[in-house]
């Protein structure tokens, strides 16, 4: 099994910061792709961002400028540095990430539970 936990949702302010953490354990062999995605409330669950474990990163337009996914692949862990929030930011961010358990497993795409991340005055 693995397990995908994330930290460091809450409140913020508009133009505010706020960093997320996803750390991934249990029986993990080799992960590639780690991401974000998020849910709004009424909405379909899109994504924010991936990032491939070379570094690479992709974005959703409209958080291109203002938030940053990183990684540690030493600790399994993937981070989303969130800056000049907005409003419509709100939503529950959950990560996710591609593992393969064994050497002869694919990837398969696991998620964590999301964390909430609420942007209001």
């Known amino acids: 099994q693995v397990q995908l936990v994330e930290s460091g949702g809450g409140l913020v302010q508009p133009g505010g910061s706020l960093r997320l953490s996803c750390s991934a354990s249990g029986s993990i062999f080799s992960i590639g792709t780690m991401g974000w995605y998020r849910q709004a409330p009424g909405k379909e669950r899109e994504l924010v961002a991936s990032?491939?474990?070379?570094?690479?990163?992709n974005y959703a337009d409209s958080v291109k400028g203002r938030f940053a996914a990183s990684r540690d692949n030493g600790r399994i862990t993937v981070y989303l540095q969130m800056n000049n929030v907005k409003v419509e930011d709100t939503a529950v961010y959950y990560c996710?990430?591609?593992?393969?358990?064994?050497?002869?497993?694919?990837?398969?795409?696991?998620w964590g539970q999301g964390t909430q991340v609420t942007v209001s005055l």
């Open positions: 990032i491939m474990s070379s570094g690479a990163a």
């Open positions: 996710n990430a591609d593992v393969a358990t064994t050497r002869s497993q694919p990837l398969y795409k696991y």
